[in-house]
């Protein structure tokens, strides 16, 4: 699965999902809820880019 990378830094793995944060390991980002954020600066999904 690809990788996706915040502005901030963050790199989303679908294979560790974000846990702490309702998302299970083996989330794709298109699978990501419509609310889920960056968990280290709160951007939405439209401000990461595929790695």
């Known amino acids: 699965m690809k990788k ?3 502005v901030c830094g963050y790199v989303y793995d679908p294979e560790l999902g974000d846990p702490e ?3 299970a390991p083996g989330t794709a980002f298109e ?3 419509a609310d889920w ?3 280290i600066c ?3 999904t439209e401000h990461f880019s595929e790695m």
Do not use: A, T
Request: proline share 13%; charged share 15%; hydrophobic share 35%.
């Open 21 to 23: 944060n309702g998302v």
């Open 42 to 44: 709160s951007l939405g």
């Open 4 to 6: 996706f990378e915040c």
């Open 31 to 33: 699978d990501l809820p």
């Open 37 to 39: 954020v960056c968990p």
